[in-house]
Each structure stands twice: as structure tokens, then as C-alpha cells.
């Protein structure tokens, strides 16, 4: 009897030595980028921008509710203090990178990110698909750092410098043999970092994760490509084809990662999809000129798309499942009541960011519509419908305070009428979309199949 309560105690007390194990090489990276911040900061390298403060201040908030909700959901994951120290490491590499001024510092931050991502992706080491999700990943992370990399390089041999804002100084007098290419790497760092077509595969595998990474992806990662083409926008608008490179990339981002949405049922692949059309958004909005929309853009959908990806459980019930699609006319009126207005701001000269702007207006009209058809004739009735209308408020103040610190491009990339034709044909598509989501369109066989595969290896 003594020999076996011996053994029994014995067995617990062998637990906390093996939570006693001396740091993992996770570390390493976090003690390297908190001494690289506090030198930083305190030899008065760091530089504020208003992109920088907004990248900065959307990971501190983003990481410091996923690390909480994470002490929770992965309470019995052994490998929990590990995911606690990388997600501690890509929020200080996020800020290196936000506040840095110069560009050897930012490529560093950039590298880092990425190699702390891609082992938040592979978490579950023993699941042969999350290390498969993890190589992924680091192909098309390894793809965007090369092109940051050589982009970097030739804009430092350029203006014969590293600092950022010497850099962007010297852009009227560098050749376009070193500007133009610059400029077309850093599209393509963007691409890969958003998961943009042809890089999405990564985001979409990267599902094999749990769910706080996904979380934490929106904390200045999965964004940080719009970050680095406003940091550089002096270079992006001094390249005409770069610009035309970025706008056609969004368009294709937005239009298929909607279209994936559409047909995955499962929540977070709906939501990864979901993110590759927003982050399309948001280049476009760049590749157009109008950064303090970008910037807004990127701070929100950071903020909102984490708290789906954390809500995401909640969504599993036995209840009846919510329609996609709102009842018909109101798309067809949401559509209309967006091109009136796109109408007047031409009418008004304000249309330099008529596209994003119109897209907008479209997303709050139909998030308002859904308001006000839920509510009921009670004070909570009427406080549901108020709050979309705060929202739209809310939206209008934040971007006039964007504006006010982050100046827009001084050439649009196309004209007014042509955005009103491309914000029609969104408007357009979105109206189909919305009937085949109700039901009374069907996608072709051979279509649906290889968008709800997209991001699996055999695809």
C-alpha cells in the first residue's frame, strides 16, 4: 500500500520539472527584438508616423486579447507557454516595425514576423497537416522577404542611404532603372504578406492552426503589406506600372476570396476567405491613392475579423442556420443608394477616392439593413437600430482623423468615371452574389468544386 501511494505522489511531482525546462530557442527571438526596440528606442532611431502609430496600437490591442483568451483555450496544451512567447515576439517585431526609420531595421521586423508566424502556423507539431501549413507558409513568407530584401537594397544604393525618409526624399532624382523595380518588389512583399492570389494558399491552410493564431494573424500581420506600401508610398506613386500591378491584384483578391466565401461552409475557412477579399480591398484602396482610407481600413477589419476568429466557436449550435444572403429587393436598393451617392461626390469634385469609399457605404448600408429588419419595438429594438447609425458616424469620424494625419496620394491612379464603372461592376457582382447565396442562382459544378478545395494541397 505505502509503495503504491509513493508512486502515486511521485508521478505529480514529476510534472512541474517538466514545466521547469530551460528556454525553448522561442526565446532567443523575443530577448533578441526587445533589445533591438529598447536600442530603438532610445538611441532616437524610432520615428512616429501615423501608419506606424496605427500598426503599433492595432497589435498591442489585438495581442493582448488573444493572449488572454488563449490563457484559457489552451490551458492544457503543453506547448502553451511557447505560443505565448511567439505571439509576445511578433507583437514586439510589429512595433519594431511600425516605429522604425530605418529600412535594415524594418526588413529585420519583417523577417522576424514571418518566421514567428509560420511556427504559430505549425502549433500543433504532431499533425502532419499543420507542418504542411507551416512549410506553406514559409515558402510564400520566404518568397515576400527576398522581394522586401532586394527592394530595400536598391532603394538604399538609390539614395545612398537607409533611412526611410532620406529614401523617400531622394525619390525624384533616382533612375527608373532602380525605382520602378524597387517599387514592383515591394508589390510583390505586400502580395505574399496579404495573402493576396497568387500567395492565398497560406492563408487558407493555415486553418490547421489554433484558433487564437488566426486571431493574431490580424494583429499587424496579415495587414502589414498595406503598412509597407504607405511607409513607401513616395516610391509606389513614383511607379506608374507598380500601381497598375497592385490595383489589378486587388481586384482578383477581392473578387475570388468573396467568391470562396460564398461556398465554404465552415466558419473560419469562410473567414480566412473573407480576408483575402478585404485585404484585396485595401491594396486597391492603396494602389488608388487613398491611404487614410487604407489605414482605417486596416485598423478595423484587424480588430473586427480577430473577434470573429475568436467568436468562431460560438457560431457551432444545433438551431436553425441564418440565411447568407439578404431577401430581395434590398441588395438591388443598397446597390442603387451607392451609385446615387458615388453620383454626387463626382458631382462634388470628391471622387479621388470614389471606389473604396462607394464600397464602403455598401457594407454599412447593408450592415444597417440588417439592423433595422431584426429589431423589435422595445427599447433594445430601438437601440439595435441606432447602433449601425453610430457605426457609420463612428467610420466618418475615424477617417477624417486618418486624413487629417495621413495625406492621400496627389494623383489618382485612374479617374472619377472610371472607379464609378468599377464600382458598379462590384456593386453588380455583389447583388449576384447575394442571389446565390439565397439560392435562386447555382454556380456551375466544376466552379463551386474548386473554390470550396481552394487552399487544399491537391489544388
Known sequence: MSQTILTATAIPASKPDSARLPVTLADLPVLGLGSVLLGTVISGHATLTSVGIALSGLSLLVTLVVLGFARRQLRADPQAGSFARMATGLFIATVLMGLTGDAILLVAAWL?????????????????????????????????????????????????????????????????????????????????????????????????????????????????????????APILEAAAPARFMLFACGIVAALLGS?????????????????????????????????????????????????????????????????????QPWPAAIALATMICALVLMQQREGSALLPIGLACAALLCALTVALRSVSRSPLGLLVAVLPIMLIALNAVALALFSAGQPNAPLPLIPDYAQFGLLSLFLAGWVTQQRVASGKVNLPPALFARLIHAGNPAT
Request: glycine share 8%; hydrophobic share 60%; charged share 10%.
Open 259 to 327: 467568391a470562396i466565401m460564398l461556398v465554404r461552409n465552415d466558419v473560419k475557412g469562410s473567414l480566412a476567405a473573407s480576408t483575402v477579399a478585404q485585404m484585396g480591398f485595401m491594396l486597391l484602396t492603396v494602389a488608388l491613392g487613398a491611404y487614410a482610407a487604407a489605414l482605417l481600413h486596416m485598423v478595423a477589419h484587424g480588430v473586427f475579423k480577430a473577434w470573429l476568429f475568436l467568436g468562431s466557436a460560438g457560431t457551432v449550435s444545433t438551431g436553425p442556420t441564418r440565411a447568407k444572403a439578404l431577401p
Open 112 to 232: 522576424a514576423s514571418g518566421r514567428l508566424m509560420a511556427g504559430m502556423i505549425g502549433h500543433v507539431g504532431q499533425w502532419a497537416e499543420a507542418r504542411s501549413a507551416a512549410r506553406c507558409a514559409n515558402l510564400s513568407f520566404a518568397a515576400s522577404d527576398l522581394a522586401l530584401v532586394a527592394a530595400v537594397l536598391l532603394l538604399a544604393i538609390g539614395a545612398g542611404s537607409t533611412d526611410i525618409a532620406k529614401i523617400s526624399a531622394a525619390v525624384p532624382a533616382m533612375s527608373a532603372g532602380l525605382l520602378i523595380p524597387a517599387a514592383l518588389l515591394l508589390v510583390v512583399a505586400a502580395l505574399a504578406r496579404c495573402a493576396l492570389p497568387p500567395f492565398s494558399t497560406w492563408l487558407m491552410r493555415s486553418l490547421a492552426a489554433p484558433t487564437p493564431v488566426s486571431a493574431l494573424m490580424h494583429a499587424g500581420f496579415v495587414n502589414a503589406g498595406g503598412f509597407l506600401l504607405i511607409r513607401f
